[in-house]
């Protein structure tokens, strides 16, 4: 990043000061390096993370219900240190800088993990047929690149989407109907890799060994990297605003110092820089809301204020547009809060499905199996095939009814997959009473696969990818365009944590009902032996909590208002 006529002195693009830079940077000319590295970054992660229980029975010698809370734990701390990156990408470094920092945290991780699953001495001894007895030392090192991967992918998930946004301008209205389809082409990237790792990596790892399955994704995400620098010359690049929890405080500690403060009838007294520019660096202004009135008062000027030369002290007067911040946060929770049984219906795919899927006929014809992660394939073509089917043709017929230039709002997007996930769970608890049922009427219940093809699981798979292009991308967009300008890495790492916690709700879902129904010396639902439980209860208990919690996002997003913003960010 060296030309002088494209980058500011900070480093900062300037389109609009310079408008040869906007001709020279940004759009698809640089998202192609965003949509490669995370292409490969996400073949990496899933290469790991998709055959991860499997992994954790065979050679660490955990149980069923160990493995699968062990699986959803490291992934909801994949998606709670995003929260890290995401403070350090809207404060201090910059989203460009936060990525090339923490990437090579995750390559290193990766490496260790690799070395973990090949190095004698590291790896796994006191092998007995496909089950290990590894010592304290080789579980310590093996978790401890595990979470070394976690702490590395948080400065990467909440930059790289919005990242990639930031390549189009939101005052150019060309641009920004691209931005609207870089999130499907972005979300069909992630599942490009993920194609390749359910398939391809998944067949190494049960086939070949652990530690070429745990190498292939090292090299795979040390391609991402290099795909990332390669576009560093043509990336537009967004001024960190500071601290955002700082700004948020003020505001919150200038209006209880406020609090007997009346807040005036007309909103236009309220404070406010005088420039068309917000006074937050890479902000544009926020309109005034009428909701959550209580927070005004830190924008009423008083006699209080110390002002200087201009200056204000903003632990006692805010403006508008840092207030609006503040209100903006508060009404994306309860849509975040929404979205945390979807995650946590959405992380089946790696722990039930494929513990599922172990009891079922593995085989392609009489000599090939197919392993049961591998089963995973079906959700990533089903989001191959729903992300283009939505963005070239979906959206276009319903934009004929609803008038709305992206067919749909982005709360009705979300809405539609809400709803397709309840189907996939009862879906998938209706194959699993069938199965019971076979297991039951011929007394199978000391056989580990019974003769039912493992492809009566595709159906609940494919389900799941199609709710994934309705909400998982609508939340990619929801987020970065109803965050505040200076904390959209901050937003975007925010709806990364209803994975996070989904996946820590699904920890939870075990756990009770594990000790609920285990009481007098049942096996419970979740027993090592499935023939011996009832998988189908867990699932209907998903596809309940999904239907009530569909009943409160409809209530949330009927009384949801869209952010306006005014001007432009300097």
């Known amino acids: 990043m060296d030309e002088k006529d494209v980058y500011t002195e900070d480093g900062t693009v300037d389109i609009h ?36 229980v499997n992994y954790l029975e065979s050679r660490l010698n955990q149980g069923n219900a160990t493995a699968a809370n062990n699986v959803t734990n490291w992934s909801g701390t994949c998606y709670i240190t995003p929260l890290i990156g995401a403070f350090l990408a809207d404060a201090y470094l910059g989203r460009y800088w936060t990525i090339a920092i923490f ?10 993990l690799t070395l973990s699953a090949s190095v004698p001495g590291l790896k796994p001894g006191n092998c007995d047929g496909n089950t290990c007895h590894p010592n304290s030392g080789q579980t310590a090192v093996f978790f401890v690149a595990l979470y070394m991967i976690a702490l590395g992918t948080g400065g990467i998930k909440p930059c790289v989407s919005s990242f990639g946004a930031d390549q189009f301008d939101e005052n150019d209205e060309a641009e920004k109907v691209k931005k609207s389809s870089f999130f499907n082409w972005f979300y069909f990237s992630i599942n490009v890799g993920a194609l390749i790792a359910a398939t391809v990596l998944v067949w190494i790892q049960m086939n070949v060994g652990w530690g070429w399955g745990f190498g292939v994704p090292t090299v795979a995400m040390v391609i991402a990297v290099c795909f990332f620098f390669l576009g560093s010359r043509f990336y537009r690049l967004q001024r960190p605003g500071g601290s955002p929890l700082t700004r948020i405080f003020q505001v919150i500690v200038a209006a209880f110092r406020k609090i007997r ?23 544009r202004k926020l309109v005034h809301t009428d909701n959550l009135n209580f927070f005004d008062k830190a924008a009423v000027e008083s006699q209080s204020d110390s002002i200087k030369d201009g200056e204000v ?66 959700d990533t073509v089903s989001v191959l095939f729903w992300t283009p089917v939505y963005d070239q043709f979906i959206v276009p017929f319903a934009r004929k009814f609803t008038r709305h230039d992206r067919g749909f709002t982005q709360l009705q997007r979300m809405g539609i997959g809400l709803v397709i996930s309840i189907f996939a769970m009862i879906t998938a608890g209706v194959l699993e009473v069938v199965r019971l049922d076979y297991v039951k009427s011929h007394n199978a219940y000391d056989e580990k696969q019974i003769p039912m093809s493992i492809f009566w699981q595709v159906p609940q798979y494919l389900l799941i990818g199609c709710a994934e292009v309705f909400t998982f991308i609508g939340q990619l967009e929801f987020f970065y365009d109803q965050a505040p300008d200076a904390m959209r890495s901050l937003c975007s790492a925010l709806s990364l944590t209803t994975v996070a916690l989904g996946n820590y709700l699904s920890t939870v879902l075990v756990t009770v009902v594990m000790k609920v129904t285990k009481k007098n010396g049942k096996p419970g639902w979740i027993p090592d032996n499935l023939n011996r439980g009832h998988l189908d209860y867990y699932f209907y208990l998903l596809a309940t909590l999904s239907f009530l919690n569909f009943l409160v996002y409809l209530w949330i997003s009927k009384r949801y208002k869209y952010k306006k913003a005014v001007g432009r960010a300097h």
């Open 17 to 52: 000061k310079n408008p040869a830079n906007k001709e020279k940077t940004g759009n698809w000319k640089a998202c192609r390096f965003i949509l490669g590295n995370e292409c490969c970054e996400r073949l990496a992660y899933y290469g790991m993370g998709t055959n991860l």
């Open 313 to 378: 002290n903003p632990w006692r007067l805010c403006s508008v547009t840092q207030v609006e911040e503040l209100k903006s946060i508060i009404t994306l929770l309860p849509v975040w809060a929404s979205g945390i049984v979807f995650a946590t219906v959405y992380s089946q795919m790696n722990t039930m499905f494929v513990l599922q899927g172990n009891t079922l006929d593995q085989h392609m014809g009489p000599n090939f199996e197919i392993p049961s992660a591998s089963l995973s394939l079906f």
């Open 261 to 283: 403060v009346k807040v005036p009838e007309d909103k236009s007294l309220l404070f406010e820089t005088a420039d068309d520019e917000s006074n937050i660096k890479g902000s």
């Open 103 to 112: 990437v090579f945290i995750y390559v290193s991780g990766m490496t260790l």
